[in-house]
């Protein structure tokens, strides 16, 4: 039976979004066009503690499409064929609405 | 579609706006003289938290033209034309007004 | 007689389990699938202190099955024979659910 | 039109004072001799946040005769033929009063 | 007339116990087996302050038996035998219980 | 006419004494003997802020004979022959009193 | 006349005291058994503030016998022939008592 995994403290579970290779027009992008990359919120853990120790919420939610690092984030395996990884709160850079 | 990129927590979305090459009065400035990169707000996060967990807003908003720093920032990649990028609003150096 | 290890402040026991190198179906996993390491919390310690002296409780429990990080903690040799680590708080990934 | 620089946060822009080269009385000084550098204060940021979010207003104003420090600050070109440069107002050093 | 040292804020004096070479049963242990150390609490600082100033006691107390890391400590010569080293709370590792 | 130079935050400026190259009673001290260095407090600033924003005021006053370190301090040149040097605080090592 | 020196903010004003070359019993130490030096303390600051600005006071007082770490402190040369050294609080080991 698959595992779930629920992020802890104020780290952000994501699934990596193959980058789009062709324009919605269906040109194609030159490769280092499409160097950013997206990925969809699985999960989000409940949050860190501020210096007073109060809970920071995360600022993301599950099903978010957020705009990813270039860098950072722990690559995770999870039973299904998705590329999977972990995010502190910070490093996400933002949150992609159509 | 074109996609809308809401930064995260104090980040701030910015537009580069082309360095002026001639000065008003036409003369053609030298290549050093317009080092000083400006740009354009399109998009600012909710703010950052203080220590004990207050969020502080970002300190410019959408279309404050600013002045940018030489380092710093990460460029992202818009459906649009132009270049962009995200700063840390403490990165930000000043707001340029006519 | 066997010793029992009390964590101190925020630290986590943890006995490490064999990652599994068959998938449920029983298909052999290739040897870079499995490199997530997983454990199981044995002791947690009582917490650490905020900033301003309050104690921030550990984020997990005995019992629970932790995703390991590549790197950090320490190897504890206690008298059974399981690999046992002891973890801060903030190094465990995330907590495995079936 | 000539635009106007508002620095953020806690930054301060100066205009560089060119360091005196004769004394007073109009004895030449040596180069040594005049190497710290003075500046005039044309605008300063609302301030930076202490850790607990309250506003911590710059402690200088426009007007003040600075002295600055030989390393730190990020030159600024503005459409006058002034050196400018931006400095974090921890950073400056003194006010010099007649 | 032997000396005693009382420890300074969140420091603890340890006397090290020498690692057992022999199994409960006898079994003479691998030399790579006893790695960990063990020590016994002798004395205890008053403990650290906070950011805040409030006093944070030390979290073992005279008597206990600790689990010492590989690293840190200042080791310390006392008049009498044996070994002793001055840790800093969070630096131990773990309380043994029988 | 002469500038008087009124230090920020928690700085201080002080005037270099020369060293006593005798002893009271004459007799010439060792090249090594005096190399502590001595000053004496001539203005300090207002002082720093502390983390929640409350000022902090400098822990000399003007006219104290202060010890200074070996290291630090950024030597400052006013109008008359003395030698002047700008310390934090936090860098001088004590007040030496008659 | 000989000068006074009052530690500032967390310091603490201590004369080392020469080693013990012999035990209690007249028995030659080796030479590395009395590596921990000691120090009688002189004078002692007023203490250092703590991150909301109250006094934090030092944690020994003059009279007391200090055990001292192998590196850190500043030496002082004072009037008189033995040698002194000024360590932050912090730095100190323990306090010996007979």
């Given at each position: ?47 860190r503690r501020s210096l ?47």
């Amino acid at each position: 039976m698959a595992k779930r995994l629920i992020p802890l403290l104020d780290r952000v579970l994501v699934e990596k979004l193959a980058p789009p290779t062709k324009t919605v027009g269906g040109v194609l992008l030159p490769e280092t066009a499409s160097k950013m990359s997206e990925g969809r919120v699985v999960a989000v853990g409940p949050g860190r503690r501020s210096l007073n120790g109060d809970v920071i919420p995360v600022s993301v939610k599950a099903g978010d499409t957020v705009l990813l690092p270039d860098f950072g984030g722990t690559n995770v395996k999870l039973d299904s064929g998705s590329e999977f990884a972990l995010y502190r709160d910070d490093e996400l850079l933002g949150v992609l609405t159509s």
